[in-house]
């Protein structure tokens, strides 16, 4: 998209300049010749040898795109700054029999992360226990106050998972009642880095690893092959206890990576990739339990962790006990994991009922007289008594409304303080924004990293944020342009078959740095349609030779796409994501529709 200049009408792809949810669709670019040598080279499809191009992988780099290994895309633990000093921190303590605390974050990241250092250690014969703040009461992240609990169990070191690079005070507090720290983290973080024992960040200011588009699931995994080669070194493993192999884990890995939202390339592509295929073999009893109480079905795909699992296990820090999703993970007793995952379910359900209220609030606070500035850059949204377990998710829902950076904060007026939760737009860093903001003297608290990013602030201080914000970011969100609809290949309903979706599942798994592939339709006529409960609709998408494809529009009864989708008339330019229908042993497909437009009006 960035290789793209000029205006829209320009490039727009079958001429939609502007679709029916407002925006441009243009072809994805790809350099030709970097896709005629992935036909040629690889014996791809002309359509996926595109597609591949067009996602920035150059030939000699499609083999590991296509298949990637561990073994090619491994970096060396020892670039990253401060993980041997980490790892023998760890492995002392072990030798020692030190009492050792993990501290994650509440989110999946945190419990993914922690199950991982506790399984490690479990299997060299040490129970690590965890602690974990409290949403409500504690905030995000080590506090002086949680430390000092921890010290009282008399725990002498404590490894946070997931935070801990912003920890400034609480940190220089453990130091006084004589507790160590190794902060294990991925957030963006200053230039002088907290006073802990080991500071181990590929986010982290001169940190030579490269590997800063990893969560901290990632950084905790490359942490475990530290640790093998540090008491492998010492000789700690043997017939009884041998070495253990950190790809059993794989599938907290890839949770971790995916629910926070990471850039799927490189290194965190394999991980994710070869996460996954782990977690198909349901493993782990707390995922198992969870996928059953959750009625998913298939191999474990982007979708099932992101939608399925991941909601679930966030649900217990967002509105019920923070540490039941590091419980669930960590546990191999099958019975105590389905009675957390059926807990977290059941939080699951409460959660989604808070949330759908406050977005309902907060799109009418938005949409009251002139709260909302269509051309500003960025939305500050505040209401009193927003549950702060639920505004990140209602920023997420919101940006998808608005189509820009959305920072949703709930005010609580008796300790007057807001708690917010901002998620951003592709291009724009969020985070850093936050950060400065922070550095500004704006927030009590805040950072985070490109994509999300929380904070804490006197509700004074809000309008203030939000011009902060505005100015901020106005550069970026020029810079990134107008949101469009990216195309990667015209089809008709009978060209979008089964076929084409498995062949497209190469690139597989989708997200952030690797979006799912969008196939456009053009002259194709809705037929059947029926609108759901929900607010979705469903319906056939006829083309000019009567070929039918099913289709559904997600949550978008009440929008012009939708509207126009019910009412059936007219030939339409349809542009969506293909999906397996399964159903009664369909072996089909379906399009989940994205966008659409009306040739008379483009």
Same mark, same amino acid.
């Given at each position: 998209?960035?290789?793209?200049?000029?205006?829209?009408?320009?490039?727009?792809?079958?001429?939609?300049?502007?679709?029916?949810?407002?925006?441009?669709?243009?072809?994805?670019?790809?350099?030709?010749?970097?896709?005629?040598?992935?036909?040629?080279?690889?014996?791809?499809?002309?359509?996926?040898?595109?597609?591949?191009?067009?996602?920035?992988?150059?030939?000699?780099?499609?083999?590991?795109?296509?298949?990637?290994?561990?073994?090619?895309?491994?970096?060396?633990?020892?670039?990253?700054?401060?993980?041997?000093?980490?790892?023998?921190?760890?492995?002392?303590?072990?030798? #020692?029999?030190?009492?050792?605390?993990?501290?994650?974050?509440?989110?999946?990241?945190?419990? !993914? /992360?922690?199950?991982?250092?506790? &399984?490690?250690?479990?299997?060299?014969?040490?129970?690590?226990?965890?602690?974990?703040?409290?949403?409500?009461?504690?905030?995000?992240?080590?506090?002086?106050?949680?430390?000092?609990?921890? &010290?009282? !169990?008399?725990?002498?070191?404590?490894?946070?998972?997931?935070?801990?690079?912003?920890?400034?005070?609480?940190?220089?507090?453990?130091?006084?009642?004589?507790?160590?720290?190794?902060?294990?983290?991925?957030?963006?973080?200053?230039?002088?880095?907290?006073?802990? #024992?080991?500071?181990?960040?590929?986010?982290?200011?001169?940190?030579?690893?490269?590997?800063?588009?990893?969560?901290?699931?990632?950084?905790?995994?490359?942490?475990?092959?530290?640790?093998?080669?540090?008491?492998?070194?010492?000789?700690?493993?043997?017939?009884?206890?041998?070495?253990?192999?950190?790809?059993?884990?794989?599938?907290?890995?890839?949770?971790?990576?995916?629910?926070?939202?990471?850039?799927?390339?490189?290194?965190?592509?394999?991980?994710?990739?070869?996460?996954?295929?782990?977690?198909?073999?349901?493993?782990?009893?707390?995922?198992? #339990?969870?996928?059953?109480?959750?009625?998913?079905?298939?191999?474990?795909?982007?979708?099932?962790?992101?939608?399925?699992?991941?909601?679930?296990?966030?649900?217990?820090?967002?509105?019920?006990?923070?540490?039941?999703?590091?419980?669930?993970?960590?546990?191999?007793?099958?019975?105590?994991? &389905?009675?957390?995952?059926?807990?977290?379910?059941?939080?699951?359900?409460?959660?989604?009922?808070?949330?759908?209220?406050?977005?309902?609030?907060?799109?009418?606070?938005?949409?009251?007289?002139?709260?909302?500035?269509?051309?500003?850059?960025?939305?500050?949204?505040?209401?009193?008594?927003?549950?702060?377990?639920?505004?990140?998710?209602?920023?997420?829902?919101?940006?998808?409304?608005?189509?820009?950076?959305?920072?949703?904060?709930?005010?609580?007026?008796?300790?007057?303080?807001?708690?917010?939760?901002?998620?951003?737009?592709?291009?724009?860093?969020?985070?850093?924004?936050?950060?400065?903001?922070?550095?500004?003297?704006?927030?009590? /608290?805040?950072?985070?990293?490109?994509?999300?990013?929380?904070? /804490?602030?006197?509700?004074?201080?809000?309008?203030?944020? &939000?011009?902060?914000?505005?100015?901020?970011?106005?550069?970026?969100?020029?810079?990134?342009?107008?949101?469009?609809?990216?195309?990667?290949?015209?089809?008709?309903?009978?060209? #979008?078959?089964?076929?084409?979706?498995?062949?497209?599942?190469?690139?597989?798994?989708?997200?952030?740095?690797?979006?799912?592939?969008?196939?456009?339709?053009?002259?194709?006529?809705?037929?059947?349609?029926?609108?759901?409960?929900?607010?979705?609709?469903?319906?056939?998408?006829?083309?000019?030779?009567?070929?039918?494809?099913?289709?559904?529009?997600?949550?978008?009864?009440?929008?012009?796409?939708?509207?126009?989708?019910?009412?059936?008339?007219?030939?339409?330019?349809?542009?969506?994501?293909?999906?397996?229908?399964?159903?009664?042993?369909?072996?089909?497909?379906?399009?989940?529709?994205?966008?659409?437009?009306?040739?008379?009006?483009?």
């Amino acid at each position: 998209m960035a290789d793209r200049r000029g205006p829209v009408e320009d490039d727009a792809f079958l001429g939609v300049s502007r679709s029916l949810s407002g925006r441009a669709w243009r072809e994805r670019p790809a350099d030709p010749a970097v896709a005629r040598s992935h036909q040629q080279v690889h014996g791809l499809s002309e359509p996926l040898a595109r597609a591949l191009a067009a996602r920035g992988v150059d030939v000699d780099g499609a083999g590991d795109f296509l298949r990637p290994t561990l073994r090619a895309l491994f970096p060396d633990p020892s670039l990253f700054m401060d993980m041997d000093r980490a790892a023998e921190i760890l492995i002392d303590a072990l030798e #020692a029999g030190r009492p050792t605390m993990v501290f994650a974050d509440y989110d999946v990241d945190g419990a !993914t /992360s922690a199950a991982q250092l506790v &399984r490690w250690f479990r299997h060299m014969g040490v129970e690590l226990p965890i602690y974990i703040p409290d949403r409500l009461t504690e905030g995000y992240g080590p506090s002086p106050a949680a430390f000092k609990t921890i &010290r009282e !169990t008399g725990a002498e070191l404590v490894v946070t998972l997931d935070c801990g690079a912003a920890a400034y005070d609480a940190i220089a507090s453990a130091a006084t009642i004589g507790l160590e720290v190794v902060v294990i983290d991925h957030h963006l973080m200053r230039e002088d880095p907290p006073a802990a #024992a080991a500071v181990v960040n590929p986010n982290r200011p001169g940190c030579q690893s490269g590997q800063g588009v990893l969560a901290a699931a990632g950084v905790t995994f490359v942490l475990l092959a530290a640790l093998n080669r540090e008491a492998r070194k010492r000789g700690l493993f043997s017939e009884e206890r041998p070495q253990p192999d950190p790809r059993q884990w794989l599938d907290l890995v890839a949770m971790g990576e995916v629910c926070d939202v990471t850039q799927l390339v490189g290194f965190n592509r394999a991980l994710t990739t070869l996460g996954l295929r782990t977690m198909s073999s349901w493993g782990n009893p707390g995922l198992k #339990a969870l996928f059953e109480v959750g009625k998913g079905s298939g191999p474990a795909s982007v979708f099932h962790a992101g939608f399925i699992l991941g909601p679930r296990i966030n649900a217990g820090g967002r509105i019920g006990r923070s540490d039941l999703g590091a419980r669930l993970l960590s546990t191999d007793d099958p019975e105590e994991a &389905r009675m957390l995952a059926e807990e977290l379910d059941a939080l699951n359900t409460e959660r989604k009922a808070v949330e759908a209220s406050v977005v309902e609030e907060a799109a009418a606070v938005l949409e009251r007289g002139s709260n909302f500035n269509p051309d500003a850059p960025v939305i500050v949204v505040a209401g009193e008594g927003w549950h702060p377990g639920v505004i990140g998710i209602v920023a997420g829902r919101l940006r998808e409304r608005y189509r820009k950076p959305v920072v949703v904060i709930g005010i609580d007026r008796a300790a007057n303080v807001g708690k917010g939760s901002g998620r951003s737009q592709p291009g724009v860093n969020l985070g850093a924004a936050i950060q400065a903001a922070f550095e500004q003297g704006l927030l009590m /608290s805040g950072g985070g990293h490109a994509m999300a990013a929380g904070l /804490s602030i006197r509700p004074d201080s809000i309008p203030e944020l &939000r011009a902060f914000l505005e100015a901020r970011l106005a550069g970026e969100m020029e810079a990134v342009g107008p949101e469009a609809v990216e195309i990667d290949a015209l089809v008709q309903p009978r060209g #979008a078959d089964r076929a084409l979706y498995e062949d497209f599942q190469r690139l597989a798994p989708f997200g952030p740095g690797n979006p799912e592939p969008m196939f456009a339709l053009t002259g194709v006529r809705a037929d059947r349609v029926m609108a759901l409960k929900g607010g979705h609709v469903k319906l056939d998408l006829v083309g000019p030779t009567g070929e039918r494809l099913k289709a559904i529009s997600w949550r978008s009864a009440e929008t012009d796409l939708g509207r126009r989708l019910l009412s059936g008339g007219g030939v339409l330019h349809v542009a969506g994501k293909l999906k397996p229908d399964d159903y009664n042993g369909r072996n089909g497909v379906q399009l989940e529709i994205e966008d659409a437009a009306d040739p008379r009006a483009v």
